[in-house]
């Protein structure tokens, strides 16, 4: 209890000032400063997302939008960690691929929609494809720069020891890229959430993103607001659940930033 | 020697830290002087607060209690300028622009500037450098950047915090015949923590010793080993003697301060 | 950097498009493809499209830099400013940022500030988060330089902070740049009717897939340019920091 006494004088605006943006919020549209039709009352917005929830729409959207993530958040999770780590090993491999990586990475997601329609069967295939591509790319990036930044003399050392081939790799490269990999895997969970969004507002009947499309042609606000908001959540349970699953299961593990 | 007003007096000081809602003692009624010209080297085991102390000098750091005093004899030049650990210059400047950094920010003109910078970038035997940035130069000479940048200020007291810590052997000790040529030639009151005891008394004029944490002075040794002084004084059986004398009562500080933290890691502190 | 690999892509696709081993009409070889890329960008309409992605690109940058740097910086230096303006961070942070181009639509309604804007939220975020961190993660001992050596107030933060955390602001810009791109693009494809996005959606509904993959290169050419452009000119200007990494 004094634990979160101490917490909440520490965080008191971090708290305090949201709840105060709800709540003048909440009075400016009641009495007509803001527009309703454009900011709706906190209260409506909350009471949408509540029947949206009871009579099972929400479910509904939100299901096919976490499979989606997870299928291509997996794929691009193993594909790129493998390649990834072997571009990080042989240099050859690394500068054959970094031009074709340096010209697609900055491409939107989204736009590889059509293609992939071409190349896979139309639907979800084509979605959950269309889905892992930049996340591929980042999580392979960051896995390369995490193998190649290993301190040099660290591997001589174990080499010097006897570690060789596989012994090296499970024993001191992977460890060593650890931390990169992490960061690359938890960025590019981010980004498929963003991508699957994206794609399913372009082309899906259901999902989060379909969702809001929908509700924004047919002008329903306060859900295109309850919408936002599960997504917000979402967004925020991937980011930051998925750093606070480290910090826990593999506490020796730093969290190293973005290197890019 | 008629008794003269100290350069720097330092009265019953303690600088105490709030970390994670406890409370460490760093430095517990210190209490020391300097006299002018004089060159005094503190050292002790870590932990020992030395650094701390410097910053109180410096002004970087409030102390908790005390009183420092610093005598201002050249109104219009800064009481304190520091030469840090690893150099700190700043790696946006070139070697000049870092020696005029404070001269810049007291309004010094352009012109006395360049005067100064040249003059200091000479005496460090750096004067082909100017026009380069810190990345550009070696460990040994970004160090004498930082002395450069320091004696430009020509400031009451010269601080140094284990300025030449960070150096390999063989530059560490071109570094400190360099400092004791430097500080023949200027004449600077200089207050100098080191780790290393020989180099203490290579250097000083009298030595502080700190205990381990929380500091206090364990005692002050006198460094009779004569002036001028080079390296050639490490071979006297004096040295040898102070050498032998003081490190036994330094080691003494230092087991207790590594006993402190193994004790401190069973705590889980 | 070599071209080697992708010049040897280009040639298999060739070759397969070709002699039919994947359908010319969803592949086409990119010859055909060439042939279309400079047919469209000499009848002009192609380096329309590249002029009208660009400005909105612009403007978006600008509307999300001038504010970001000035506020990262602020909630660097006080603490107070953080506490406030970090729940709303980092709570818009991981939200895709096409999401809010539905509300702008509405408020704004449909048009350019709306496809604008939506494209300058995501690299507002990005350049605080990235200005902030560079102040935050500066050698503290450079400050201790600053104040004993005279600078105290504005002057350390113009003289010492600013400079020290220059890197990070400018890694900042550029990927917000690079965001900004992605997500301008994204919104043409889905709302706009001009721009690179759209042709490639317009040209995808009609099938017609050689103006399909030339306005697609373009968009992957214009992202190339810009990045690497900024990589070199971040070089250039910082010519005191060392390591650039990427």
Redesign the interface.
């Given at each position: 209890m004094k634990a979160l006494g101490r917490w909440l004088t520490e965080h008191g605006t971090t708290v305090g000032s949201p709840i105060a943006l709800l709540l003048s919020w909440e009075w400016a549209s009641a009495t007509g400063l803001l527009r309703a039709v454009f900011f709706p009352r906190p209260s409506t917005i909350l009471a949408h997302l509540r029947d949206l929830a009871l009579d099972g729409t929400l479910w509904g959207h939100t299901a096919p939008t976490l499979a989606r993530i997870g299928w291509s958040f997996s794929l691009a999770a193993v594909l790129g960690v493998a390649i990834g780590l072997a571009m990080g090993l042989w240099r050859r491999l690394r500068e054959g691929l970094d031009p074709v990586f340096a010209v697609i990475y900055p491409i939107p997601s989204v736009l590889f929609l059509p293609l992939a329609s071409f190349m896979v069967p139309a639907g979800e295939v084509a979605l959950v494809v269309t889905s892992a591509v930049t996340s591929f790319f980042l999580i392979a990036f960051t896995t390369t720069h995490g193998v190649r930044q290993i301190d040099r003399l660290v591997v001589e050392a174990a080499v010097h020891y006897g570690a060789r081939g596989w012994r090296l790799f499970a024993t001191v490269l992977l460890p060593g890229a650890l931390p990169f990999i992490f960061t690359g895997l938890r960025l590019g969970l981010g980004f498929s959430l963003i991508v699957v969004v994206a794609v399913e507002i372009v082309s899906a009947s259901r999902g989060l993103g379909a969702l809001l499309w929908l509700s924004w042609q047919i002008l329903k606000v306060e859900d295109m607001y309850a919408t936002f908001f599960v997504i917000a959540l979402l967004g925020a349970l991937l980011s930051y659940g998925l750093a606070a699953l480290r910090a826990r299961l593999l506490p020796w593990v730093p969290d190293v930033g973005d290197p890019r | 020697m008629p008794p003269r007003d100290p350069k720097v007096l330092v009265s019953e000081v303690s600088v105490t830290f709030e970390s994670h809602g406890r409370s460490v003692v760093a430095l517990d009624r210190i209490s020391l002087q300097a006299q002018a010209g004089e060159f005094l080297c503190i050292v002790g085991p870590s932990g020992s607060g030395k650094s701390t102390l410097l910053?109180v000098l410096?002004?970087?750091v409030r102390q908790s209690a005390g009183e420092v005093r610093i005598q201002a004899d050249h109104p219009g030049t800064?009481l304190?300028?520091?030469v840090?650990q690893?150099h700190?210059l700043?790696?946006?400047?070139t070697v000049r622009d870092n020696v005029t950094?404070?001269l810049?920010?007291?309004g010094i003109g352009r012109a006395e500037q360049e005067t100064r910078a040249r003059e200091m970038l000479a005496m460090v035997g750096l004067a082909r450098f100017a026009r380069h940035?810190?990345?550009q130069l070696s460990g040994g000479m970004k160090q004498r950047v930082g002395i450069a940048?320091a004696l430009a200020?020509d400031p009451e007291v010269l601080l140094m915090d284990e300025p030449l810590a960070a150096l390999d052997a063989q530059t560490r000790t071109i570094m400190q015949e360099e400092l004791l040529r430097i500080w023949a030639t200027l004449g600077k009151t200089v207050v100098y923590v080191t780790h290393s005891l020989e180099e203490a008394l290579l250097l000083g004029d009298r030595v502080v010793l700190l205990t381990a944490r929380p500091g206090r002075v364990s005692e002050v040794y006198p460094v009779d080993l004569g002036r001028p002084r080079g390296l050639e004084v490490r071979a006297s059986p004096a040295y040898g003697a102070l050498l032998e004398k003081i490190w036994s009562r330094l080691r003494e500080e230092v087991v207790r301060a590594i006993a402190d933290d193994r004790g401190s890691e069973e705590i889980g502190a | 950097m070599s071209a080697v690999v992708p010049a040897a892509v280009l040639v298999l696709w060739e070759l397969c498009s070709r002699l039919a081993i994947v359908s010319p009409r969803y592949f086409p070889a990119p010859t055909t493809v060439g042939g279309v890329l400079t047919d469209r960008v000499a009848a002009g309409d192609l380096g329309a499209a590249l002029l009208v992605t660009l400005t909105r690109l612009a403007f978006a940058f600008a509307l999300a830099a001038v504010p970001a740097v000035p506020l990262g910086l602020l909630m660097g230096i006080a603490r107070p400013v953080r506490h406030v303006v970090e729940p709303y961070l980092a709570f818009i942070f991981p939200v895709p940022k096409i999401t809010l181009l539905p509300f702008l639509l509405i408020i704004l309604g449909v048009g350019e500030p709306a496809f604008v804007l939506t494209g300058a939220s995501s690299a507002f975020f990005q350049i605080v988060i990235s200005t902030l961190a560079g102040v935050q993660t500066m050698d503290p001992r450079l400050l201790d330089v600053g104040r004993n050596y005279g600078a105290h107030g504005l002057r350390l933060f113009r003289k010492v902070i600013l400079p020290a955390a220059l890197p990070a602001i400018f890694t900042g810009l550029r990927l917000g740049l690079g965001l900004a791109l992605v997500t301008l693009v994204a919104v043409e494809f889905i709302a706009a009717k001009s721009g690179l996005g759209h042709l490639v959606y317009r040209h995808w509904q009609m099938l017609s897939t050689p103006e399909m993959y030339a306005a697609f290169a373009l968009v992957g050419a214009l992202g190339l340019v810009l990045t690497r452009g900024l990589h070199a000119l971040q070089a250039r200007v910082l010519t005191w920091q060392e390591d650039l990494g990427g």
């Open positions: - | 910053r410096a002004g970087l800064p304190t300028a520091m840090f690893e700190a700043l790696p946006w400047r950094f404070g810049e920010n007291r940035y810190p990345h940048r200020n | -």
